[in-house]
């Protein structure tokens, strides 16, 4: 069993910069795929970005694509989203999820693929 916990969400303004972690426990997660999600009020959860067990891929939605960057320290068993000139828009619960490695590659970008997630963080960005 995985427990994932994020950190790091706020309030901030347009054109600032959060880091979101996504701390894991229960076992390592060095063979697990990592994604970051966020809903927004009133709308369905969206993928945001994903990083294969090694970080050797990594993939990004269109919207945030130039903007944010995930990674991971699996000596730490953590992983990141580092997002930078932040727009009203990004404002969502942002969750992390993982999934142990070998499934498809394309299907990390869709939250049924993933076996444990995060409570979530709220990330607000006023304009």
Known sequence: QVQLVESGGGLVQA?????????ASG??????????FRQA???EREFV????WNGGMTSYAD??????TISRDNAKNTGYLQMNSLRSEDTAVYY???K???????SLRQGVTYEYW??????????
């Open 15 to 23: 054109g600032d910069s959060l880091r979101l972690s996504c701390a």
């Open 118 to 127: 995060g409570q979530g963080t709220q990330v607000t960005v006023s304009s």
């Open 41 to 43: 009020p009133e709308k």
């Open 100 to 106: 142990l490695r070998g499934v498809n590659w394309l």
């Open 96 to 98: 992390c999820a993982s």
């Open 27 to 36: 076992r390592s997660v060095d063979d697990y795929a990592m994604g970051w």
């Open 49 to 52: 970005a994903v990083i294969s």
């Open 63 to 68: 919207s945030v694509k130039g903007r944010f």
